[in-house]
């Protein structure tokens, strides 16, 4: 599979494309004054502890306090706590070793938040989800810094190796590697991107997160709450960090100082890959000269169409999404449920996309073609599993339920994509309805009347094509002559196709607008 990356870089932020084999799959924004984002480290200050939530509300310069549950306060809160305050008020020049740090115990599962957070303190936390919506941040004391191959999570000495790295050996490997060189007080976690690197490379990566904790403990020393003491990556390397493999061929970048970052950041941890990132500068939009614009527009919308003539209903509620799946025109065999079978499954691998691309979270159902046999639901739904798996937000297939639904979770960490395909009617303002044209008729002879009796003659009225056709239809009998004889007036009606179907106005001899 081939990967690209297109950045385009506006004044009000950037705009970064994933493409898949020339598809669209991902598209993320990233606003100039963007702030919360997720992986950001703040001092927050608990504002208010609500036992019945078992959670706290914690100011962190947000509008609104964010939201810190039980379950999100780590086994480590305790010593989270004592490394905050000891940081804030540490004299110590280069700050005290985080090797000699004293751990506290664990705080229990089934604790109560007004048992760890008593007193209100101040409190190093991580952002978990961006605000949405009403809602503040979501918030996490479960710190966690990420590098390209490996994970540091502070105050317990636990190796763990992604269990997407299949062989034992290597697994084992890896353990090894970092437990040798992994530093006091430090768990690591091993991505997946470490398989089959050397001691070098690992060791590498480990030294320059635990640097980044070295960072956040100098910004911690005299900070106030609320403050920010780190920023997490900027999107663009963040992804690159993420994302780079060996299918990623092509990154294209319109900004010089993206492009120079960019290339510097792949150097350093991928150099074979540096000649992948091109300057794109040859004036036109970069969205449109890579074909992303037209797919934006396409994908977009409540009605998605599939290349076979189906399509999908897409509809947001604030409980859940619901995409429904018809099969248009589609017909590849005169076996009804074979033509299910297809329409569908062409249809699973649309809705992973569109899921993925409009980051939809929460609880998504699907209302899939009915199908009888057993095999083909079973079939659906392993090709949806397969279609997620690219997908890196956690997520979660339900088998197709008797009554033909498919059932899926997918975690949301930031308000989903939300791009407007639709305008208001300029006629109907979007209630769906417009003065008939009895209604339309009397108003423009109730303002003809007030306009004859202020002492304005020689009128002309412009409205739209359809209504001059209509007010002139019949000549001797037409609406427009009536009103010549009952006002003794000569009234010029000429038609503008600038005019929404309702509109007129009024102009006297001069052809100046009569304001009413």
């Not at 991107?193 to 320059?208: I, M, Q, R, V």
């Not at 062409?346 to 809705?351: K, Q, R, S, T």
């Not at 569109?354 to 939809?360: F, I, S, Y």
């Amino acid at each position: 599979m081939n990967k690209e990356l297109i950045i385009n870089a506006a004044p009000q932020g950037v705009e970064i494309a994933l493409l898949e084999d020339k598809k669209l799959v991902e598209l993320h924004n990233e606003k100039a004054d963007a702030s919360f984002a997720v992986g950001d480290l703040y001092l927050g200050k608990v504002k208010k502890l609500i036992p019945g939530l078992n959670a706290a509300f914690v100011d962190v310069g947000f509008e609104k306090d964010a939201f810190l549950h039980y379950t999100d306060l780590s086994p480590y809160a305790k010593s989270l706590l004592k490394f905050t305050q000891q940081a804030i008020g540490d004299n110590t020049p280069g700050g005290f070793d985080f090797g000699n740090f004293l751990v506290e115990p664990e705080i229990i599962k089934t604790g109560k938040i007004n048992e760890v957070l008593s007193g209100k303190p101040n409190i190093l936390v991580q952002i978990l989800k961006e605000p949405i919506a009403a809602k503040g941040p979501r918030l996490s004391c479960e710190i966690s810094l990420p590098g390209r191959f490996v994970v540091i999570t502070p105050f317990n000495d636990i190796v763990a190796v992604s269990r997407k790295i299949h062989s034992s050996e290597e697994r084992k490997r890896l353990q090894k590697i970092i437990e040798s060189i992994k530093p006091k007080n430090f768990g690591v976690i091993v991505r997946t991107a470490a398989e089959g690197k050397n001691t070098a490379e690992l060791h590498e990566d480990l030294s320059a997160l635990v640097d980044t904790w070295k960072q956040i403990q100098g910004n911690l020393k005299g900070a106030v709450a609320p403050a920010k003491i780190l920023s997490e990556q900027a999107k663009t390397t963040s992804m690159l960090r993420d994302l780079l493999n060996e299918d990623f061929n092509r990154i294209v970048v319109n900004d010089k100082n993206i492009f120079n970052d960019a290339k510097n950041y792949i150097q350093k941890i991928a150099p074979d890959k540096a000649d992948i990132v091109t300057f794109f500068h040859n004036g036109s939009p970069i969205f449109d000269q890579y074909g992303i614009t037209k797919q934006v527009k396409a994908a977009f919308g409540k009605t998605v169409n599939l290349p076979s003539g189906a399509y999908l209903i897409i509809e947001h509620t604030e409980a859940l999404h619901v995409i429904d799946v018809n099969s248009g025109y589609k017909s590849v065999s005169n076996n009804q449920e074979q033509n299910a079978l297809e329409t569908n499954m062409e249809a699973a691998e649309e809705i992973a996309r569109q899921l993925r691309l409009r980051d939809l979270g929460g609880i998504i159902v699907v209302d899939f073609i009915d199908m009888k046999l057993p095999e083909n639901k079973k079939k659906l739904m392993e090709a949806m599993e397969e279609y997620m798996k690219p997908d890196r937000a956690k997520h979660a297939v339900l088998p197709i339920s008797k009554f033909g639904l498919m059932q899926i979770t997918r975690q949301r960490m930031k308000p989903e994509v939300t791009i407007n395909t639709q305008e208001i009617c300029p006629s109907c303002n979007g209630t769906g309805k417009i003065s008939s044209t009895l209604v339309l008729e009397d108003e423009i002879e109730k303002n003809l009347n007030y306009l004859i009796t202020h002492k304005h003659s020689n009128l002309t009225l412009m409205v739209h094509p359809i209504m001059h056709a209509y007010l002139t239809k019949g000549w001797l009998w037409s609406k427009c002559w009536k009103w010549r004889r009952k006002f003794k007036q000569k009234i010029n009606v000429v038609a503008n196709t600038n005019y929404h179907l309702t509109e007129f106005h009024f102009f006297d001899h001069h052809d100046e607008e009569i304001k009413l």
